[in-house]
């Protein structure tokens, strides 16, 4: 069922949708379309978007179209999702021939839950803004700045994809080309922005854990553009020019796969090296990310891929990377649903701060505007608006 709770309304209305034994196939077929990279040639792709539109508007029937008649004249929308749903993005949801309903009102924004629409009772106490990419995972370092040592393993070639990996010295994270230029330009409209409050980019061996751990307290936002993993997911490569999700075994005692969406992390400088003594390693994990007062944030921009993900079956389904910057103090968190094509998201990403600082946006207006302007590029350069290539970052948590 869904509840619906107009403003000022004394009650909320219940709406029965589908049984979930009917809903979950579907959006799990919907989702499997949504996180697959559509091929370069152009009258494949088209064909591909539509049969992907097709599964949406079967989802659509199910979870949106019930709603309809109690959402007429809202212009903002704040849903709570639960179970599956956690990874469907709305916004994506056909609306027309090849039209999405982020294209038209209303305006929708995920909670965590329903107190996220309480007001914080005094502004951000942060200030400047941390961005960390284009992290060499081959050099160790053990400090900001400060390099110990070089890998001895062989450079790897460059990806496409911002994956998440495991924590298995088997699996080995590929450089991403775009991370570096992203975080630069993100530092740059910040700077530029009325705000005019200072900005950090580290690249390279300075994009290190020790320095996101001594730095990031204190920050007005947080942005980091990496790899992200799931430690003891069965290991597996993303597809060529992403940002893909990818499990870290092991060993010998595997983590159960069942728990490796609560045990995941980000990759920084050095985690494809051998830490040194005391050093770090080179993996942020949840509960390092957890153990920080990051309070001050009013963003985490998690510019990787599945950093959304969730355990539907916990007790606690809003999981992994999104809850442990929530539990760290940090207001909203900017986190995608399925591996992400690297130069696709740094375009993303400006137009998402370029909403932000230069037009003064909120956060729900800013992730719309950055999911129209990536529709409107497609559509200008004659290509299909596949939702794989726009709608996989969602925002979740404060609104404004």
């Avoid at 990874?87 to 038209?104: F, H, M, Q, S, T």
């Avoid at 975080?183 to 020790?210: C, F, K, M, N, Y």
């Avoid at 309070?295 to 809003?318: F, H, I, M, N, R």
């Amino acid at each position: 069922v869904a509840l619906v709770l107009r403003a000022g309304a004394p009650a909320p209305v219940v709406v029965p949708l589908a049984s979930a034994d009917s809903l979950e196939p579907v959006v799990q077929g919907w989702l499997s379309a949504l996180g697959s990279a559509p091929p370069a040639d152009p009258a494949v792709a088209a064909a591909v978007t539509r049969r992907c539109d097709a599964i949406g508007r079967a989802v659509r029937a199910r979870v949106w179209d019930p709603l309809a008649a109690h959402l007429a004249g809202a212009t903002r929308v704040f849903v709570v999702p639960d179970g599956v749903l956690h990874r469907v993005p709305l916004a994506a949801l056909p609306d027309g021939p090849g039209r999405y309903l982020v294209e038209r009102a209303p305006l929708i924004h995920r909670l965590a839950a329903e107190r996220d629409l309480v007001p914080w009772d005094a502004p951000a106490r942060g200030h400047g803004l941390l961005a960390l990419g284009g992290a060499d995972f081959d050099r160790v370092v053990d400090a900001p700045g400060e390099p110990l040592a070089h890998a001895t393993a062989p450079a790897s070639d460059a990806a496409r994809e911002r994956s998440t990996i495991p924590d298995s010295l088997r699996v080995r994270f590929r450089a991403l080309p775009e991370t570096s230029g992203e975080v630069h330009e993100v530092a740059s409209l910040w700077r530029g922005s009325e705000a005019a409050a200072d900005a950090i980019a580290l690249t390279g061996e300075a994009a290190s854990e020790a320095a996101f751990k001594q730095l990031a307290p204190g920050r007005r936002v947080l942005h980091v553009a990496t790899h992200g993993f799931a430690l003891g997911a069965p290991a597996k490569d993303g597809a060529p020019g992403t940002r893909a999700l990818g499990g870290i075994g092991t060993g010998a005692s595997p983590v159960p796969a069942r728990a490796a969406v609560l045990l995941p992390g980000l990759a920084l400088a050095g985690a494809n090296a051998a830490p040194t003594a005391g050093g770090e390693d080179g993996f942020l994990t949840d509960e390092e990310i957890t153990s920080l007062d990051l309070s001050s944030a009013e963003w985490a921009v998690l510019s990787a891929c599945e950093t959304g993900l969730v355990d539907t079956e916990a007790v606690e389904a809003v999981q992994g990377l999104h809850r442990a910057f929530r539990r760290a103090g940090v207001r909203t968190v900017i986190a995608s649903l399925w591996p992400v094509d690297d130069a696709a998201t740094r375009t993303w990403m400006r137009a998402l701060y370029e909403s932000r600082t230069r037009r003064g946006t909120d956060t729900a207006t800013a992730v719309r505007d950055a999911a129209r302007a990536a529709i409107a590029a497609r559509r200008a350069a004659h290509l299909a608006a596949h939702p794989f290539h726009w709608a996989a970052f969602v925002a979740s948590g404060e609104w404004r």
